[in-house]
Every structure is written in structure tokens, then in C-alpha cells.
């Protein structure tokens, strides 16, 4: 059967069988959050924005926030046919864009905190985090295929890794 | 706080007004820094979707290089100058062929040459800081620039995760500079201005639409 691919934009969340590939692009201080089961194989992807739902005005996409998009996807995963013990997950992104010496500003690291959320969400819920690759100033671009479980992770200057 | 889903026509007209005087006073400071002509095109203020920032300004996975600086006290904001990194390069050989004449700018190591883009990014910016400042009579403090190689979706990010806090549509304030000469590949770059929550019901207020 043919592979079909999926691009994720922000703060997407996707669910489906295997054989499928998991794309998104760009992702700078956002997080890209994927989750497997290899026996059942089903794959999920999100693009995560911030980490925290709280103030957050009216109904807005469950994968914006750590805190909402984990959950989301790992019930989507189970509907899917997904065993919650074998889940595994792995992420990538979380990077600080710009470094200003001597300003603080929340915003700007944004990216460590959407790693420490998404983490410790996953952990709450008993998913093993088996990968990552995260923090820095670079961003990244990262596809999921389930024809390997493998998560490419592209970055400008510095090619290609697999985690 | 604002809410950017009930902002009006005059709103939007009236934050595009800041737009234009703060793009006038930058192209003048570029254009006598590179000793050039700068065009400027009339900037839009626009309500975009956060989901769609980096589509809406092209492909998000296009190679861009960006110089950033928060403003501090006064009209708080985040000023973002965007060009592809080609033009980046071009600007930066047209900036270091003026200043060391015969010697060959690609042979600068890189630091150099992000240093001079993270200049002239500083000034383009710091100008249209100050003709807003100067308007609505506030005072402010820059922060030293930032400099970025990356995807223009990565880049924007940073603009996302902002206006993310409080909602699904991000105000921006896009304007574009051109660099035209004979002899010259056209250089262009855009400012992207992103105001603080509470800044913006400020400037509002001190231009009368609110």
C-alpha cells in the first residue's frame, strides 16, 4: 500500500494507520510531538505552539497547548485502535529563535517551556519519551514515516538526523 | 485587552498610519547608509491567522535572515526586520564594498558579515522606532539586536507564540524597502512591527481610535 503523507501546519494534530508519513515544517519554538505503536501501527503527529492552556481565550485548537494537544492525542491514538502501554514517543523542536543579552522576555523562551510541558505531560500519562531532539537556536523541519518509526529531523546548514 | 477579532477599519487605518511614518523615517536611514535610493511600499496593517503566518508571507520553509529588537518601556513591541537570505548577502556586500573599496567582501569571515547585516537591521529598525515614539511622544529603550539564519516559518515562531497568548489572529504591520540603483539586483526586505498586548491599547488610545 502506498504511504501517504500527511503536512501538519500549527498547532495540528493528526492521527492515522500505518503506512503514513507525518510532515511539518519549519517548526522554530514550537514542539513537533510524535507518537506510535508499532504493533497496532498507528502514528500520531502534533505541532504544538505554547505550553499552557490557561488564559486561553474561547475554543481554540487542542493542539495549540501541551497541556491539551498530549491528551488529545494519545485518546485519539487509543480510538484508533493504539494500546496505551506500547505507545512510545518521540519530539523535536523547542528551539530559541533569538537570544537577546540582558532583555528578559517570556516569549523569547517560549521553547523551553513547551519542552518542559510536553514532557511532562507525556510522563503523567505513562508514554515513554524514547527520543528527542530539542532546545537550540536552529529550527526545524521533521518527518515521521512509519515505514521505519523513524523521525528525520532537517535543519538549515547542518542536514539530516534520525531519532 | 484588545480584542483583535471587534478591531475596526479605522483602527486598522490608523495603525497602518503609524506603519508608514515609521517606514519613511527607516528608508531614510538606510538610504544614507548604503548611499542608495530606497523605495518604500505603502505598509499594510493586517489581522492574520497565527495558524498562517508563514504562508501568508510566502513558503514557510523558505531561507530567510532576520534581525530582531524588543523595544522596552514606552510603546513596548517587537520589531522584526525579514529578507531573504539572498538579498541579506546582497545588502551586506553592497555595505563592506563601500567601506573597504577593492576588498573582497566573501572573503570576510562570517561573524563579520552578520555583524554587519545585524547593523544595518538595527538601524532600519531603530528608525522606525523612533519616528513612533516621536508621534505618540512616548520614550523608550532598545535592546541590542538579534540576528537569525533560518525557515521564515521558524522565524515567526516567535511572532506566533505572542499573539498565541491571547488569541487566534496576530496584528502585523508589514511594510517593504527596496534598494534600487543601476547596476544593483534588486534588494528588498520587510519590517514586521508586533506591538505588546498592552502596548497596543495604548497606542490606540494616543492616536484617538479607541
Redesign the interface.
Known sequence: MAEASHVL???DLLVARAPVKLVT??????IGLVVFDTTAKVAGMAHI??PDSR?A??N??VG?FADTAVPALIDEMLKKGAVKSHIKAKIAGG?Q???????S?D??T?GARNVKETTARLARLGIALIASDTGG?????VEFSTSDWMLKIKT??KGVTEI | MIDLGSFSSLQLDAIREVGNIGTGNAATALSKLLSCMINMDVPKAELVS??????HYGD??R?VA?V???S?GGFGC?LIFVQQEEDAQLMVDLLLKQQFGDYLPENLPQEMRDSALTEVGNIILSSFLNAINLLIGTQHQI??P?????????????V???F?????MALMINTQLRVEGAGLANISGSIILVPDPDALEMLLRKLRVL
Open positions: 501546519g500549527m498547532a515544517l519549519g517548526l522554530g519554538s514550537c505552539m505554547l488564559g481565550i474561547g481554540e485548537k495549540k528551539a529563535m533569538f537570544a537577546l543579552p540582558g532583555a522576555a516569549f523569547l517560549v537556536n536552529k529550527g526545524r523541519t538549515l546548514g | 497565527i495558524y498562517e503566518l508563514a504562508e514557510p520553509g531561507e532576520a530582531f529588537v524588543r522596552l517587537s535592546s541590542v538579534a540576528v537569525a539564519h533560518d525557515m521564515l516559518s521558524s522565524i515567526l515562531d516567535v506566533a507564540s505572542i498565541g497568548q491571547m488569541g487566534e
